[in-house]
């Protein structure tokens, strides 16, 4: 039985795509290893937020690329690698296994139906910086993985082709009890920094009655707690207009403004057995008041949001073509904790951006601090290729600057950490155990706090 390795960089929507690519091998009888020495097949599931995660994958090829070697001594097969991600643009093949055929390249051995020509490929600008890549494959078409390892292998790898949407495809959790459900893929918000819509498209959101059903299966199967994701989930199917039927009057109201988001939630909170309902991440301009009441209206929601500030200084927020400024943020925070003290807020900050002066970066210090927000994930701004920003602003910080300020916001936010905690001293609550290890159990309150 072969053997794969999956390693995962980035946000909570790579982990469920990697669920989905876990399923996906199962079905084709590989068997999971956790050291990638072991495996036949090793899979990295990218993200280019941050230069550091690219740069560790390629460090691994050339791990690997060593390990081959040493197994080609050794007449050992060799370890196939697969990049996934944000650092692929399309499913493209090593050359090592196409052949020139009417003056394209097509695969060897193996003939293929009509419109699964299109994958064999070879120029992703990938297989230059790592000779070693086997293949590069879109998430979204992970159904053609038993195709081209059936390739490579020249043996019949088989998979249960049950679904050719990658939305249905099942996800293999490994926590049965706290899943996260995919609901919509890819953004339409092009935010300068940001390579997420040239390496994912454009945005696309999963009919409700699929999500329910998914979450209904679920539930079924013992899972107490629910986390919708993607890049920005509050924007599902957008805004709509509609009128409310008046049960009073037995006429309709004038026409209305609601979220399908909110009326998703709804629908979740009503089925039986589910006792947690979580969603990440929101875009703060697409935020609406019936999905922040949402976190104190629908009894199985809880009382924490993560929404990215990215920066307090709204000329760095119109620079990153952040369509919010800091005062629309702080209303929402200001809202919620008005409601619920203990409502927890996580965010996202670039404090170094293009152009970004000692006083901006300040701005955000002092932001912070000011909201008391309980959890920050920092990035140190690279340049991405393809991103507007990469056109217009240069990377024009220094690294020691970055270093700098990476520090100090981390200590404000240290401070942040300690002082709401201390909020939850003699408290009872309810704490849902989601892992062990070391014979020690570990899990959140319903405000997000281990």
């Given at each position: 039985?072969?053997?794969?390795?999956?390693?995962?960089?980035?946000?909570?929507?790579?982990?469920?795509?990697?669920?989905?690519?876990?399923?996906?091998?199962?079905?084709?009888?590989?068997?999971?290893?956790?050291?990638y020495?072991?495996?036949?097949?090793?899979?990295?599931?990218?993200?280019?937020?941050?230069?550091?995660?690219?740069?560790?994958?390629?460090?691994?090829?050339?791990?690997?690329?060593?390990?081959n070697?040493?197994?080609?001594?050794?007449?050992?097969?060799?370890?196939?690698?697969?990049?996934?991600?944000?650092?692929v643009?399309?499913?493209?093949?090593?050359?090592?296994?196409?052949?020139?055929?009417?003056?394209?390249?097509?695969a060897?051995?193996?003939?293929?139906?009509?419109?699964?020509?299109?994958?064999?490929?070879?120029?992703?600008?990938?297989?230059?910086?790592?000779?070693?890549?086997?293949?590069?494959?879109?998430?979204?078409?992970?159904?053609?993985?038993?195709?081209?390892?059936?390739?490579?292998?020249?043996?019949?790898?088989?998979?249960?082709?049950?679904?050719?949407?990658?939305?249905?495809?099942?996800?293999?959790?490994?926590?049965?009890?706290?899943?996260?459900?995919?609901?919509?893929t890819?953004?339409?918000?092009?935010?300068?920094?940001?390579?997420?819509?040239?390496?994912?498209?454009?945005?696309?959101?999963?009919?409700?009655?699929?999500?329910l059903?998914?979450i209904?299966?679920?539930?079924?199967?013992?899972?107490?707690?629910?986390?919708?994701?993607?890049?920005?989930?509050?924007?599902?199917?957008?805004?709509?207009?509609?009128?409310?039927?008046?049960?009073?009057?037995?006429?309709?109201?004038?026409?209305?403004?609601?979220?399908?988001?909110r009326?998703?939630?709804?629908?979740?909170?009503?089925?039986?057995?589910?006792?947690?309902i979580?969603?990440?991440?929101?875009n703060?301009?697409?935020?609406?008041?019936?999905?922040?009441?949402?976190?104190?209206?629908?009894?199985k929601?809880?009382?924490?949001?993560?929404?990215?500030?990215?920066?307090?200084?709204?000329?760095?927020?119109k620079?990153?073509?952040?369509?919010?400024?800091?005062?629309?943020?702080?209303?929402?925070?200001?809202?919620?904790?008005?409601?619920?003290?203990?409502?927890?807020?996580?965010?996202?900050?670039?404090?170094w951006?293009?152009?970004?002066?000692?006083?901006d970066?300040?701005?955000?210090?002092?932001?912070?601090?000011?909201?008391?927000?309980?959890?920050?994930?920092?990035?140190?701004?690279?340049?991405?290729?393809?991103?507007?920003?990469?056109?217009?602003?240069?990377?024009?910080?220094?690294?020691?600057?970055?270093?700098?300020?990476?520090?100090?916001?981390?200590?404000?936010?240290?401070?942040?950490?300690?002082?709401?905690?201390?909020?939850?001293?003699?408290?009872?609550?309810?704490?849902?155990?989601?892992?062990?290890?070391?014979?020690?159990?570990?899990?959140?309150?319903?405000?997000?706090?281990?």
């Amino acid at each position: 039985m072969k053997k794969y390795f999956i390693m995962t960089f980035g946000c909570e929507m790579n982990k469920a795509d990697s669920e989905k690519i876990n399923m996906v091998f199962l079905q084709s009888w590989l068997q999971k290893t956790n050291d990638y020495k072991n495996a036949d097949v090793v899979v990295f599931n990218t993200c280019s937020v941050r230069q550091k995660w690219e740069n560790r994958v390629f460090g691994i090829c050339n791990d690997i690329l060593e390990e081959n070697l040493k197994r080609e001594s050794e007449w050992l097969n060799k370890i196939i690698i697969w990049i996934t991600g944000c650092m692929v643009r399309k499913t493209w093949m090593n050359k090592i296994y196409l052949q020139e055929d009417n003056q394209r390249k097509v695969a060897k051995q193996i003939q293929y139906i009509k419109d699964e020509w299109w994958i064999f490929n070879n120029d992703d600008k990938l297989f230059p910086r790592i000779p070693n890549l086997d293949f590069t494959l879109r998430i979204e078409e992970a159904k053609y993985l038993p195709l081209i390892l059936t390739h490579i292998y020249n043996e019949k790898i088989w998979s249960d082709d049950k679904f050719d949407d990658y939305l249905k495809m099942s996800q293999l959790r490994e926590n049965k009890f706290s899943a996260s459900v995919i609901v919509q893929t890819w953004c339409d918000n092009f935010c300068t920094f940001c390579i997420v819509p040239y390496t994912r498209w454009r945005e696309v959101s999963r009919e409700q009655d699929d999500i329910l059903e998914e979450i209904k299966k679920l539930v079924s199967n013992w899972t107490k707690e629910i986390s919708l994701v993607w890049q920005n989930v509050n924007s599902y199917w957008k805004q709509k207009n509609i009128k409310l039927w008046n049960e009073e009057k037995s006429k309709w109201n004038d026409w209305v403004w609601v979220s399908p988001f909110r009326e998703l939630l709804n629908k979740i909170n009503k089925i039986e057995w589910l006792e947690r309902i979580r969603f990440t991440s929101s875009n703060p301009h697409d935020m609406t008041s019936d999905i922040l009441d949402a976190h104190f209206d629908l009894d199985k929601a809880c009382n924490y949001l993560h929404f990215a500030l990215q920066s307090w200084n709204d000329t760095i927020l119109k620079k990153m073509n952040r369509r919010h400024k800091y005062e629309d943020f702080k209303k929402m925070v200001t809202y919620l904790r008005s409601r619920d003290p203990l409502f927890s807020i996580s965010t996202d900050i670039i404090v170094w951006f293009s152009w970004e002066t000692e006083e901006d970066f300040l701005d955000t210090l002092n932001a912070v601090r000011e909201l008391e927000i309980d959890f920050v994930y920092i990035a140190r701004y690279s340049v991405r290729t393809w991103t507007i920003a990469s056109k217009l602003y240069p990377d024009d910080v220094s690294d020691k600057i970055k270093a700098d300020r990476w520090h100090r916001l981390n200590a404000v936010l240290e401070e942040n950490v300690k002082k709401r905690w201390e909020l939850m001293i003699w408290r009872i609550e309810e704490v849902m155990i989601s892992w062990e290890k070391d014979e020690q159990f570990f899990g959140r309150t319903r405000n997000f706090k281990e």
